[in-house]
């Protein structure tokens, strides 16, 4: 590959777990990826080390700490961030986590750049108004979460009229077995310890109440075009098949591997070429075999209650994902128990003003509606 064949990469939330393996992702194939941008929340010393490794062209901290020393050349800021998600480049990569992606992502897709997105909360909240953006633009959404990535590589080739079903799987989390009765009791160390997969806080918290697999359903829905009567979710206890797609002449197209994020995130950077090496290999032979179970909707309603919300389309999504990130703050804070969280959800949900077809306003403001109403709720003052 030449000089000029090399991508270039943006990289945004370039200090989290998404994107320190991004970083490692790039540094091992320097012939095919050129890191020119970096953004990070408020992590200077991360972001400095980072520009350091790779001599980025420009950076930016969305939130420095108060005196914070900043890299050379840092600016500061939103506007900043997505100036930088807006530069020259080949491919940005969103790995913010949360609702905060948002802007920096609308803002790549309308300067036409191809987005390799880590974070399903922007598909969640802006779902149509993301789809309608990068459709005028001409931009294109490109999966790095493991199972879209898996649903991804199944759908290449195939014309989803014949798609039946896509079936995202699930590990189940830490509480797949662990008695109903004492779900009132989980702390907050129990719930980040996932079997299969080191992820950052918020997605490890949300996989143990499934409600990110709830959001995945909407962001299948919205990446994919596919009917939320056509996605299911089963519980895959080992994490091995990442997702699977049910064809309408029964066959079944799954994809397998180790759990291993850089394999989805170079896949993604790389706009679907394969590179050698980049996971460990699976083997099959000796392994115990696959098993896949029903979502108890009892043991986890969150994936239910997602659904419907995704159902009822407009901000409902919205609502529900900034109630749930004050809600996983909080139980994280030791301000809420565990089982009180998905009842919040719902209530934010069902109090929401309907809002459809919804603008980027009518988002930020569901969006700042729900993040009030759950926090309103926790500290028991009174809801507005
Ligand atoms: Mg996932």
Redesign the pocket.
């Known amino acids: 590959m030449t000089e000029a064949e090399r991508r270039r990469v943006v990289l945004l939330g370039a200090t989290g777990s998404i994107g320190r393996q991004a970083c490692d992702v790039i540094s091992r194939y320097p012939g095919r990826f050129q890191l020119v941008g970096a953004v990070a929340r408020s992590d200077a010393a991360g972001l400095d080390a980072v520009v350091r490794r790779f001599g980025v062209e420009r950076c930016a901290l969305v939130a420095p700490a108060r005196g914070a020393e900043l890299p050379d050349g840092c600016a500061a800021g939103l506007d900043a961030a997505c100036e930088i998600a807006a530069m020259d480049s080949d491919v940005v990569c969103v790995a913010i986590t949360g609702a905060a992606a948002l802007r920096p992502t609308l803002a790549a897709l309308d300067a036409g750049r191809r987005v390799a997105t880590a974070t ?1 909360e922007v598909l969640v909240m802006a779902g149509e108004l993301v789809r309608a953006r990068a459709e005028a633009a001409g931009s294109r959404i490109t999966p790095i ?4 990535s898996a649903l991804w590589q199944c759908l290449r080739g195939e014309d989803t009229a014949s798609v039946l079903r896509l079936v ?1 799987t699930a590990s189940g989390g830490p509480f797949r077995t662990r008695p109903l009765d004492t779900f009132s009791s989980i702390t907050p160390e129990e719930a980040l310890n996932h079997p299969t997969w080191r992820m950052g806080r918020k ?1 490890t918290m949300d996989s143990a109440t499934m409600m ?2 709830g959001l ?1 359903v909407i962001e299948a829905h919205f990446l994919f075009d596919v009917a939320y009567s056509q996605i299911e979710v089963a519980i895959h206890p080992t994490s091995t098949v990442h997702s699977y797609v049910e064809f309408c002449d029964g066959a079944i197209v799954a994809q397998l591997g180790v759990p291993d994020m850089r394999v989805p995130i170079a896949l993604a950077l790389a706009d679907g070429e394969r590179l050698p090496g980049v996971g460990p290999p699976l083997e099959l032979r000796g392994t115990a075999p696959l098993e896949f179970h029903e979502v108890d909707p009892q043991r986890f309603p969150a994936v239910g209650l997602a659904r419907r919300a995704g159902e009822t389309g407009g901000v409902a999504p919205c609502v529900l994902n900034a109630a749930n990130e004050i809600a996983v703050e909080t139980f994280l804070a030791g301000g809420c128990r565990y089982d009180e969280i998905v009842p919040l959800l719902a209530d934010a949900v069902a109090a929401a003003p309907a809002v459809q077809a919804p603008s980027l306003d009518d988002v930020l403001a569901a969006d700042t509606w729900a993040r009030a109403f759950a926090t309103a709720r926790f500290t028991g003052s009174a809801v507005s």
Not at 145 to 148: A, G, R, Y
């Open positions: 399903k979460d493991s199972e879209h995202l997605v990110n697999k995945e």
